[in-house]
């Protein structure tokens, strides 16, 4: 009997994953049944509950992969003296994120926006994918941190703001720009990318009173 190799069992839960992620954008997490997504894999019950036990195991995942490959690439970034400037940085890592889900697409535009929104809404319902989400979240908002420190110790940034205050307003942006690609269509990177050159081209504003 022929060996199963590491690369096939690879692919074939890479194509389990992206099968549920198109599913869950396209219906929503409950509207989407794992007969839908056996469907959309064109794999059988066994092959698929071989690699997942349920929905809830399958979101999981996905969000479990899409934050790790983001937090390493702003852990890699923190580490660089100086970092990247925010604009580059953030355009490079969204970009790098959206190009690994660049081939799951509806109606000929990306799935990955309005599967960020369906997995918003089921954050009250799912105490697992929660904890999963709100791990993630700290982890990428200490990773900014960590960046707006290299920032300000290398005189680029303004030192009397908190570092944390700072992370929480560049992953809103992002956040806000993938919830606005779900809602009103994609747009590319850049955008993101040049607003927030313009904004920090602005001169310091006058102190507050």
């Not at 791990?135 to 290299?150: L, P, Q, T």
Request: proline share 7%; net charge negative.
């Amino acid at each position: 009997m022929a060996r199963v190799t590491q690369a096939h069992l690879d692919a074939r839960r890479r194509q389990i994953l992206d099968a549920a992620a198109l599913c869950f954008a396209r219906n929503g997490f409950h509207a989407t049944s794992m007969q839908d997504v056996l469907k959309e894999a064109d794999l059988s019950a066994g092959a698929v509950y071989r690699y997942f036990s349920g929905k809830e195991e399958l979101i999981t995942a996905i969000v479990s992969e899409v934050l790790g490959g983001v937090r390493a690439a702003f852990e890699e970034a923190a580490g660089q003296s100086p970092p990247p400037p925010p604009d580059r940085l953030v355009a490079a890592v969204l970009s790098r994120t959206l190009a690994l889900r660049e081939g799951l697409t509806l109606d000929g535009a990306p799935a990955f926006p309005r599967l960020v929104v369906q997995v918003w809404s089921e954050i009250p319902r799912n105490a697992e994918l929660a904890a999963v989400l709100g791990e993630g979240y700290s982890a990428v908002r200490a990773a900014w941190g960590r960046i707006v420190e290299g920032y300000q110790e290398a005189g680029t940034m303004r030192s009397d703001v908190p570092p944390d205050h700072v992370a929480r307003t560049m992953i809103a942006a992002v956040l806000g720009f993938i919830a606005q690609q779900s809602l009103f269509g994609p747009a590319p990177v850049e955008v993101l990318r040049d607003g927030l050159r313009a904004l920090m081209s602005m001169p310091d504003a006058e102190p507050e009173a």
